[in-house]
C-alpha cells in the first residue's frame, strides 16, 4: 500500500494561480500512472491530469488544456499540479492517486476514475472574487 498526502489548496482569485503538491509514502516508481482527479458539489469525479511515473506519458482533461501543468519528482516521492489562469469552475476537491495497473495509458487512467488504485484525501480548491 501507498499513503497520498496532497497539500496546496485554498483560496484563488480567478485568473490567478496554485500548486498543488502529493506526496507518496513509498517511490512512484512502483507504480504506472499518477493522476489528479477532482469533483465538485453534485458532480462526479472526473480526471484532470494523468501521468506516467517514467516516460513521456501524458493527459490532460480539454477544460484544462493549457492552464495546468503536472509535474513529477521521482526523488522526492512528489507530484505536482501547477494551475494558472484559474476560472470558477475550477472550484473542487482535488486527489491525487496512483495505481499499480501496467497495461493502461494515461489517457484511460484519467477518463476512468474508478480504476482500482490508491487515493489521498483531497484538497479543496476554491476559486472566487
Known amino acids: 500500500q501507498v499513503q497520498l498526502v496532497e497539500s496546496g489548496g485554498g483560496l484563488a482569485q480567478p485568473g490567478g494561480s496554485l500548486r498543488l503538491s502529493c506526496t507518496a509514502s513509498?517511490?512512484?516508481?512502483?507504480?504506472?500512472?499518477i493522476g489528479w482527479f477532482r469533483q465538485s458539489p453534485g458532480k462526479e469525479r472526473e480526471g484532470v491530469s494523468c501521468?506516467?511515473?517514467?516516460?513521456?506519458?501524458?493527459y490532460y482533461a480539454d477544460s484544462v488544456k493549457g492552464r495546468f501543468t503536472a509535474s513529477r519528482d521521482n526523488g522526492a516521492n512528489a507530484v505536482y499540479l501547477q494551475m494558472d489562469s484559474l476560472k470558477p469552475e475550477d472550484t473542487a476537491v482535488y486527489y491525487c492517486?496512483?495505481?499499480?495497473?501496467?497495461?493502461?495509458?494515461?489517457?484511460?487512467?484519467?477518463?476512468?476514475?474508478?480504476?482500482?488504485?490508491?487515493w489521498g484525501q483531497g484538497t479543496l480548491v476554491d476559486v472566487s472574487s
Open positions: 501521468i506516467a511515473t517514467t516516460g513521456d506519458d501524458a
Open positions: 513509498r517511490p512512484f516508481s512502483q507504480y504506472n500512472l
Open positions: 492517486a496512483t495505481t499499480y495497473l501496467t497495461t493502461i495509458d494515461s489517457g484511460y487512467y484519467c477518463t476512468n476514475p474508478r480504476i482500482s488504485g490508491y
